[in-house]
């Protein structure tokens, strides 16, 4: 139990346009899911935590007009790189929380994003 | 400010040859300690969660421990399929539901 999935797992688009990346979990219901963002051979950076209802919380640093997420039900959060350009090429993984006994925390596969 | 530290950053073990990975940890106070499995170009895996001093968890070949300021993961007669990043994170008062992820130590194990 406890999967999470996203789609899609990799996408290369044209510096310009918007991306949109969606995180849902399969088996359980998510009140809260995160999006992390993960450089070469570095660790994960949150980059926003949203809560299903409500609007995201962005971490210091973070663009919230850039990086829209939307949490519109318990199973989906869906992230949209807007006018996406080179440098935000990375790899982008979503996790949820699982409201079961402890609040594990599990995380989907990962989106690899490439802007020409 | 919180803070996870994980020690070493590379580690290369030959098949067969226990070891343990640190994480050592500074937070406004501890809501649980979690370890996790990543390998290339995939999301992390859960492997542990860990709440109070002197709780241990097993899984096949790991085995995690915690005592009040770090964490091991023991790694007994490791594979070559264990070859992966293992990260440490802890959940704070502090950080609310947010985990807060130490740099991970890289694992290679040969045959």
């Known amino acids: 139990g406890a999967v999470v999935s996203q789609h899609p797992s990799w996408v290369i688009c044209k510096s310009g346009t918007s991306v949109k990346i969606e995180c849902r979990s399969l088996?359980?219901?998510?009140?809260?899911m995160f999006w992390y963002r993960q450089f070469p051979k570095q660790s994960l950076m949150l980059m926003a935590t949203s809560n299903e209802g409500s609007k995201a919380t962005y971490e210091q640093g973070v663009e919230k007009d850039k990086f829209l997420i939307n949490h519109a039900s318990l199973t989906l959060s869906t992230l949209t790189v807007t006018s996406a350009h080179p440098e935000d090429s990375s790899f982008y993984i979503c996790s949820a929380i699982e409201n079961r006994g402890r609040e594990t925390q599990y995380f989907g596969p990962g989106t690899r994003l490439l802007v020409l | 400010e919180d803070q996870v530290t994980q020690s070493p950053e590379a580690l290369r073990l030959q098949e067969g040859e226990s070891s343990s990975l640190n994480c050592s940890y500074t937070v406004s106070g501890l809501r649980g300690l979690f370890w996790y499995r990543q390998d290339p170009g995939k999301g992390p895996e859960f492997l542990f969660t860990l709440y109070s001093a002197g709780e241990e968890k097993e899984k096949e070949r790991l085995k995690a421990t915690l005592t009040k300021k770090e964490s091991f993961l023991h790694i007994t007669a490791p594979k070559p399929e264990d070859s992966a990043t293992y990260l440490c994170?802890?959940?704070?008062?502090?950080?609310?539901?947010?985990?807060?992820f130490g740099k991970g130590t890289t694992l290679s194990v040969s045959s």
């Open positions: 088996d359980f219901q998510a009140t809260t």
């Open positions: 994170a802890v959940r704070s008062n502090q950080a609310g539901t947010a985990l807060i």
